[in-house]
């Protein structure tokens, strides 16, 4: 496992002013149109051409007409709520859209997203002082039934004149931040900071000047937390040859995680390379030997039987895709904090652009 650390500048300010603006822009599970022009319109001076699929994956194409195909990918979309019911007393409840954890809801200040604009409110619960008035004598525990919206109408009549209704989409509202020691917080860094890396191998190819043997597809897909959607359609669609798929992972370093159940993985150490079914092991192993030779850092986990990520896709679409999964520590995933390190994201960046370099057509994938 490579030990020093790659001192490569990769991030500029242009970059940064992207990485804030993409973070701070809500791409809802099934909603992520506003985020995919976002990051289309920024990778359009690296790319040759695009396309973008009938539910808003896109794709921008390097060296396009190549009979070889290589797919660089992560996904657009965040976690979210959809306005579910409206009671009589303007009281807002909701489903989940995507994994969203309703532990973590009470308090919170949300968006909801209409077509006459985003409506403020907040996930109402009972003050410390009456929650001990239960039945049973324990303290309620946030869950489905009552986590509850409240936008300041006391009347379903008040919130539908708002706009509000059924199907409306509901967001968080906290962005990004920059804290001590080189790390980032915001919602929707998973995976909205993949298609950020991504963006940014799209620069470095283009500033570099190299010629790709092969076309390449650099995929932002959408639909991913409710169960790959996006990927599956753009693996069908473009039937690429091989694979690198960037997502996030767990950082174990923090309380109440075990080690023993899901590996030792860190913020600060590198990006994260993945053992498992579908990962294919040569290509694996060739991606290795670049970090090495390239004196990048890299941590490793395992998963038993799929890496719920878009590799799963695109590994077993078609007849196989060839598929390595290019992961970045993050903390409190699923929350409205999460938390990744600037040197996880420069370095994750220069592991995908080295490996571009250097795999295409001869890069052995038979196993006999």
């Known amino acids: 496992m490579a030990k020093k650390k790659h001192k490569q500048t990769v991030l500029n300010e242009s970059s940064n002013d992207f990485l804030k603006r993409y973070l701070d822009n809500p791409s809802p599970t099934g909603f992520e149109s506003k985020g995919q022009q976002l990051w289309l319109d920024y990778i359009r001076p690296y790319i040759d051409d695009h396309f ?37 007393e303007g009281l807002i409840y909701v489903c989940k859209n995507g994994g969203s954890d309703q532990q973590i809801a009470p308090s919170k200040r949300v968006n909801i997203h209409t077509k006459k604009g985003v409506v403020k409110a907040v996930f109402g619960w009972p003050a410390i002082h009456t929650r001990h008035r239960q039945p049973d004598g324990k303290e309620p525990q946030p869950k489905m039934e009552n986590i509850f919206l409240d936008c300041g109408a006391r009347s379903r009549k008040e919130v539908e004149a708002l706009g509000i209704h059924v199907g409306c989409v509901v967001t968080y509202d906290e962005g990004f931040e920059e804290l001590s020691y080189r790390t980032i917080i915001s919602r929707a860094l998973d995976n909205r900071i993949g298609g950020f890396m991504i963006a940014e191998v799209a620069r470095l190819l283009k500033e570099s000047g190299r010629q790709l043997p092969y076309s ?136 995908m652009y ?7 057509p001869k890069t052995k994938v038979k196993y006999l």
């Open 52 to 88: 973008v699929d009938p539910y808003g994956s896109v794709a921008g194409i390097v060296n396009p007409g190549a009979d070889f195909k290589v797919v660089i990918e992560a996904h657009a979309d965040e976690i979210s709520w959809f306005v579910k019911y409206i009671s009589p």
């Open 216 to 351: 390449l597809y650099i995929v932002n897909a959408v639909q991913e937390e409710v169960g790959l959607r996006g990927a599956e359609m753009m693996a069908r669609r473009i039937k690429p040859d091989l694979a690198i798929i960037t997502d996030v992972t767990h950082d174990s370093t923090t309380p109440m995680i075990s080690k023993i159940l899901e590996g030792e993985v860190s913020c600060g150490k590198g990006p994260v390379l993945t053992y498992g079914p579908a990962v294919h092991n040569l290509l694996l192993e060739a991606v290795r030997k670049i970090a090495d030779k390239n004196g990048i850092p890299y941590q490793l986990e395992a998963v038993s039987r799929s890496t719920g990520t878009d590799t799963d896709a695109f590994a077993y679409a078609n007849d196989g895709t060839p598929s390595v999964l290019v992961s970045l520590p993050l903390r409190y995933m699923h929350t409205s904090v999460e938390m990744v390190h600037r040197e996880d994201i420069e370095q994750t960046i220069l592991l």
């Open 354 to 360: 080295h490996a571009l370099l250097n795999i295409g």
